[in-house]
């Protein structure tokens, strides 16, 4: 079984905002913490655009799905009124808004989550190690997000907290932090939510059907 997730990390003025499509495919006789796979089918990244005008390149993306999608989009910050834009283009995905905390476990608010900045890390960390996060190299934007896996790192301290490096703070992280909300909701088994809040049926063949995946060697130090 296949799905379509889309990660939609939204920046400030000058910051960059990001789009990350993963297709997740259920994997045969795999264990239950291991269930899927993904393969990053898309990358897209802009700075400086208006919030509309991203909201129609996510609307253009998700009608190019052979099948419907869930978009999980970052709602810190900014992304509160950007939700409400999102939901006026009626894009063809599931709306799933998540705010990013420094909490100890994720919290569902009806549609809405706050997920903490480790669970997150923690996602891609495991997926990348165990093979099941991958990337063509054919994907735009692909050697820029595996140079943004690579300057990620999780570090626990011996006092038992977090830290963490190129987060909202050094380097560019926006195509990761897409990436990894979208990896995220697939790892709880909820990414094949049927359209609610934005469907607006019709739609095409995926645009990207043909590109191979090949796994990177970008890895999280835990």
Not at 83 to 112: C, K, N, S, W, Y
Request: proline share 4%.
């Amino acid at each position: 079984m296949k799905s379509f997730i889309l990660g939609l990390d939204l920046g400030q003025a000058n910051d960059w905002s990001a789009l990350v499509a993963l297709e997740r495919t259920e994997l045969e006789d795999a264990p239950a913490t291991a269930r899927w796979r993904y393969d990053i089918r898309h990358c897209d990244r802009v700075r400086r655009v208006p919030y509309d005008k991203i909201a129609e390149r996510v609307r253009m993306l998700a009608e190019s799905l052979e099948e419907s999608a869930t978009l999980v989009v970052d709602k810190t910050g900014v992304g509160a009124p950007v939700v409400d834009i999102l939901e006026r283009f009626g894009i063809r995905a599931a709306l799933v808004p998540v705010t990013i905390t420094g909490g100890d476990a994720p919290i569902q608010h009806g549609r809405e989550w706050s997920v903490p900045k480790r669970d997150l890390a923690t996602t891609v960390a495991v997926c990348l190690q165990t093979g099941r996060l991958r990337i063509g190299l054919e994907v735009p934007h692909a050697m820029t997000l595996m140079k943004e896996m690579q300057a990620f790192r999780v570090h626990i301290s011996a006092a038992g907290h977090d830290t963490y490096e190129a987060w909202r703070e050094k380097d560019h992280d926006d195509l990761v932090l897409a990436t990894a909300l979208a990896v995220w909701y697939g790892e709880r088994g909820l990414g094949t939510w049927e359209p609610g809040t934005l469907s607006a049926g019709g739609g095409s063949r995926s645009q990207w059907g043909d590109v191979p995946a090949n796994q990177f060697d970008g890895r999280l130090i835990l």
